[in-house]
């Protein structure tokens, strides 16, 4: 595959220290030096609460958000940008499939740009695979 959309789950997975997953670790590791990651401009904003809750609820001390917040950054990244069009696509998605409007941007943004999905959503990963998208991890 040459383009994947990672969602949030599977960033989050990778850095955040208790809720690392090792099959985050190994799609990371296994991505070749040309693969274009994608994400939904929703990602910023939802691994940012993430990372607000996990400080706040001291699951991490402020270095660690800092360094988080650094490295995610810099990461090598196309942001697919919402538009009022986007409202209306994805809440069609979520309730054909069952999903949170969330969810349904990063399965919206795999199908619309012939990418693979990588998520450790169970249920995102079920719906993105009975729609013949490669799933990831």
Aim: proline share 6%; charged share 25%.
């Amino acid at each position: 595959m040459s383009s994947w959309v990672v969602d949030c789950s599977l960033v989050l997975g990778w850095c955040l220290p208790d809720e690392r997953s090792d099959r985050a670790d190994r799609f990371f590791a296994a991505l070749p030096p040309n693969v274009i990651l994608r994400i939904p401009s929703l990602f910023w904003v939802e691994s940012g609460n993430a990372l607000a809750v996990a400080v706040r609820k001291k699951r991490m001390p402020q270095e660690e958000w800092d360094r988080l917040l650094s490295l995610l950054s810099r990461l090598p990244v196309v942001t697919d940008p919402a538009t009022p069009e986007t409202m209306k696509r994805l809440s069609a998605l979520a309730i054909r499939h069952g999903l949170s409007a969330y969810d349904a941007a990063y399965l919206d943004l795999a199908v619309r740009s012939a990418s693979g999905l990588a998520t450790l959503d169970d249920r995102l990963g079920e719906v993105a695979a009975g729609l013949g998208l490669e799933v990831a991890v």
